[in-house]
């Protein structure tokens, strides 16, 4: 490459970028997974659970999945550095707490917006009145 010039540098990132993703998305995942490797075995063990439901129910990637990895390695250092539980950490439905963990992020409202466009089109469907009502009964 030219030693002169960036130009050929930041033209072959930006083509790299095109096929792989964001560059600095990968350095912040790597950066997140370190931070986990670091955590006592049962944290960690909580973490890669909750990271491998987050790969399969949560955000596929982007700056919202990497904030929100990043902030779930802030609250597993800080609960080991105090010695919290797991279990004080999920509750006792580990599901309800990671669907209330997503919903703080973009993507956790779109997912929320999703699932309530699916109900009230099987609603509609099946002929039922989709009208805002309090389905908690």
């Given amino acids: 490459m030219d030693t002169g010039s960036n130009e050929p540098k930041r033209r072959y990132r930006q083509y790299l ?10 350095k912040r995942w790597r950066q997140y997974k370190a931070r986990v490797k670091q955590l006592p075995e049962n944290y960690r063990t909580a973490v890669e659970a909750l990271e ?16 929100m990895f990043e902030d779930l ?21 580990p599901v309800e707490f990671v669907e209330a963990f997503v919903q703080n992020y973009a993507v956790g409202r779109y997912i929320r917006r999703e699932r309530e466009r699916f109900t009230n089109a099987i609603d509609r469907a099946a002929g039922e009145d989709t009208r805002k009502e309090d389905r908690s009964v």
Wanted: aromatic content about 8%.
């Fill in 52 to 67: 491998r439901y987050l790969m399969h129910f949560g955000p596929g990637d982007g700056a919202d999945a990497a904030a």
């Fill in 17 to 26: 970028e095109v096929v792989t993703g964001p560059l600095e998305d990968k």
């Fill in 73 to 93: 390695a802030d609250l597993f250092e800080q609960s080991a550095a105090d010695g919290t539980p797991i279990r004080e950490i999920f509750g006792e439905d």
